[in-house]
């Protein structure tokens, strides 16, 4: 089992819908989690970062971490086509931690 | 500065033959990373720098790869004797120095082996 779940998709919604994307993990220890957006041949852009439990929002975008459940979940409200791309989740122990465990990606896709 | 830069973009190289990636990070950035991503999966930890010294290094990171980073700037990756299993996407990401605050990556390096 990996340490962190990700289902792939992928997932097409029409243009204005609003979005969820999840990851499950098993380590206990994490604590910092980000949500990356990569287009097609690109490298991985970050998103959002949140510590521990609870949410967080910057403009369309919420993420949400519910550490009791090792669940995570980002939301994008009024999704628009420039929006398709994969998103993915990564998460750390600690902040003095080196290096990151990514979930696989969801590939999504915003219909016009 | 502009971000982080890796050079090539794209690499096609026959099986066995040597090839080097160079990464150069933002400037003010102390931690530098190298992952490597191969379709439809996650990016997965090679190897991480503070400054010039290599502190970690994955198991995935075979004796044919090495990677360095002189003076603490530029950092440049290896592979020897390259094989068709090494074809994935080469990725670089530098932080300022916790890594709680997310990574800025590179555009990345696309290695074929045919």
């Known amino acids: 089992q990996k340490e962190v779940e990700q289902d792939p998709g992928p997932l097409s919604v029409p243009e204005g819908a609003i979005v969820s994307l999840n990851c499950t993990y098993s380590?206990?220890?994490?604590?910092?989690f980000m949500w990356y957006r990569q287009y097609s041949r690109k490298g991985p852009e970050l998103l959002m970062y949140t510590y521990s439990s609870g949410n967080k929002e910057d403009g369309r975008f919420t993420a949400q971490v519910d550490k009791s459940s090792k669940y995570i979940s980002l939301f994008i409200r009024d999704s628009q086509p420039s929006d398709s791309a994969t998103y993915l989740c990564?998460?750390?122990?600690?902040?003095?931690?080196?290096?990151?465990?990514f979930g696989t990606g969801t590939r999504l896709k915003v219909l016009a | 500065d502009t971000g982080v830069s890796q050079d090539p973009r794209h690499k096609i190289t026959k099986r066995g033959q040597n090839v080097t990636f160079r990464c150069d990070p933002i400037?003010?950035?102390?931690?530098l990373y190298w992952y490597r991503q191969t379709l439809g999966q996650g990016p997965e930890f090679l190897t991480y720098?503070?400054?010039?010294?290599?502190?970690?290094k994955s198991r995935l990171l075979s004796d044919r790869f090495s990677a360095e980073r002189p003076k603490g700037s530029f950092s440049t990756l290896e592979i020897q004797r390259t094989e068709q299993g090494d074809s994935a996407m080469y990725l670089c990401a530098s932080t300022p120095g916790e890594a709680g605050f997310g990574y800025t990556f590179g555009s990345g390096t696309r290695l074929t082996v045919v």
């Open positions: 990564a998460m750390s122990p600690s902040s003095g931690t080196y290096k990151y465990i």
């Open positions: 380590n206990s220890a994490f604590q910092y």
């Open positions: 400037s003010e950035h102390n931690r």
């Open positions: 720098f503070q400054n010039e010294a290599q502190l970690e």
